[in-house]
């Protein structure tokens, strides 16, 4: 075989990021990201709630809540109960990033309501059933229960929070909040028993801020005897805060087809409270058949690409998952020494885009992509290019035998 020789053309790339400060950004034009094919699956599950049902101030009741629930299985059908008060809401509300699969069906629904409980008072919860009988059957030796919780409790809870209940026959799982002082982190934690004698069990705390809305799981696992919780951050591109904790539990165990949510024990009222705060459930998922853990829904993400030219930044990306129908892209940009505003021409439905608008070889420049969902950015990503109209063209030899 004859040698080929071909010319490749390298642009010179650093990794490295600017200490310069961008003073100002700008908007591109706002352009709807185009639908995306996702290279993810939907989140499968046993039992979805979307809290779609009722309307703000509403008192929860069976039927408002049965409206919004999607799961069990073809000879169970979960149902939901309420145990003293809560409300329907529309304060922090958060969509999903992507669809969640039931039973084969895919439900992808967008946010307006969430489920309100006061602080205060003890034994105010909702329960979810989904067996088959009075006592909790089938059992099931692994759970995991997730969703949004926004915990609100601004003064100390020494008495403990049971905020996610699993009940089994010789054990139990529990998400609890917690605040032990009024200069001590707001925390969630583990909480179950171990045999004999039923004694109680905790996890280290996770801090976290009254107010603020997280994911959270609680995972039951029968097998090995633990109880798990892990909390991440959807403001934060989904990263966990801090570590997975656990608690011990009883090793070869099962826990009951139910769950509840709220202020689920009666650990007493909280008198010298002055004013009440409220915590906020949306978007409850339960899977036991899997058990997942942790159990998230389906993140998309995002890739940036960048190239140099003469006198200009060639740029494209790729997008995994599905995006909201409103996002928008927003590109920012600037060097070490001054900061500089985006091209005005819309931008490709190729999801690609070319920067020449105060572009200068030579110089190093900061370059962000955000997809943005109303006035917040949902996905970013990053790359360093520096311009240039000098090429290295290098030979590349392919020998024959």
């Not at 997280?214 to 959807?234: E, I, M």
């Not at 009222?269 to 906020?280: A, I, K, L, Q, V």
């Not at 006035?375 to 030899?397: E, G």
Request: with cysteine.
């Amino acid at each position: 075989m004859k040698n080929a020789v071909f010319a490749l053309i390298l642009a010179l790339s650093l990794m490295v990021l600017p200490t310069g400060k961008a003073e100002s950004v700008t908007l591109s034009d706002d352009e709807t990201c185009p639908s995306v094919e996702a290279d993810t699956q939907a989140a499968t599950v046993d039992v979805y709630q979307d809290m779609e049902s009722g309307h703000a101030g509403d008192l929860l009741t069976p039927d408002i809540m049965n409206a919004s629930s999607h799961g069990g299985s073809s000879e169970i059908t979960a149902t939901w109960s309420t145990i003293g008060s809560m409300w329907v809401s529309t304060d922090h509300a958060k969509s999903l990033p992507s669809a969640v699969r039931v039973g084969g069906t895919e439900y992808n629904v967008s946010s307006t309501r969430t489920w309100k409980f006061s602080d205060k008072y003890e034994s105010n919860y909702v329960q979810l059933d989904f067996g088959s009988n009075q006592w909790g059957a089938p059992y099931h030796d692994r759970m995991t229960v997730a969703g949004y919780f926004t915990p609100g409790p601004t003064r100390p809870v020494w008495n403990t929070h049971d905020n996610i209940v699993i009940s089994g026959n010789e054990s139990f799982g529990v998400l609890q909040t917690v605040k032990f002082g009024a200069d001590a982190p707001l925390q969630l934690r583990a909480h179950s028993c171990t045999q004999p004698g039923w004694a109680t069990t905790f996890s280290p705390g996770i801090d976290v801020a009254a107010g603020k809305t997280y994911w959270v799981n609680l995972h039951y696992d029968g097998v090995a005897g633990k109880v798990k919780v892990a909390v991440f951050d959807p403001d934060n591109g989904w990263a966990q805060v801090g570590e997975t904790v656990e608690a011990d539990s009883v090793p070869d165990s099962d826990v009951k087809s139910l769950a509840k949510f709220g202020r689920c024990s009666p650990h007493g009222d909280h008198t010298s409270w002055p004013n009440e705060t409220y915590s906020y459930f949306g978007h409850i998922l339960v899977d036991y058949t899997i058990a997942a853990f942790p159990l998230l829904p389906d993140i998309p993400t995002l890739a940036l690409h960048g190239a140099s030219g003469d006198g200009a930044i060639h740029l494209d990306w790729t997008v995994a998952g599905e995006l909201p129908s409103t996002a928008t892209w927003h590109i920012d940009y600037y060097t070490q020494t001054a900061s500089v505003y985006t091209a005005t021409a819309p931008l490709s439905t190729t999801r690609s885009a070319v920067l020449t608008d105060r572009v200068h070889n030579y110089q190093w420049y900061t370059v962000t992509l955000h997809t943005m969902d109303g006035p917040t950015s949902i996905l970013s990503d990053t790359v360093h290019v520096m311009p240039t109209d000098r090429f290295v063209y290098l030979p590349l030899v392919l020998r024959g035998d």
